[in-house]
């Protein structure tokens, strides 16, 4: 799988296939994309790598801190990665083929879901982020 920014700037490549996928209704993620739920994917650091660029990147200063990767040139985050986790988050919308995603396997942090998140019915649901291993 290949995917890159809006702009071209930053492009990567992931080998192998996701560990999990799921839509996250966190603060933090909801904020940064806009008051949707984000849908990533979640692979083995070992099996990303950026191909052309170098991203700018964010840390905040909070309990679960994650760092997340931008273009500092059009702005789109592309990924972010969890203090403690060898995973990788790749948001779903950064994906050359976004339609090889297919569909997220669970919903996460479903306590801070707004009344607008839409779950599906048959889609298991987490208060917070469940063991990946």
């Known amino acids: 799988m290949q995917g890159g920014c809006y702009c071209g700037a930053l492009r990567y490549e992931v080998s192998g296939k996701p560990v999990f996928k799921a839509q996250c209704h966190c603060r933090a993620c909801t904020h940064y994309a806009g008051g949707a739920p984000n849908l ?8 990303f790598r950026y191909t052309a660029g170098t991203p700018a990147q964010f840390t905040r200063d909070v309990d679960a801190k994650a760092t997340r990767d931008f273009c ?22 950064t994906l050359d083929a976004p339609e090889d995603f297919k569909a997220p396997r669970a919903a996460i942090f479903v306590g801070e879901k707004q009344p607008f998140h839409q779950i599906p019915e048959d889609l298991p649901q987490f208060e917070g982020l469940p063991p990946l291993g």
């Open 72 to 93: 500092a040139t059009c702005g789109t985050q592309l990924v972010s990665r969890r203090k403690g986790m060898a995973l990788v988050m790749i948001k779903v919308g």
């Open 40 to 47: 990533f994917m979640a692979v083995p650091e070992a099996g």
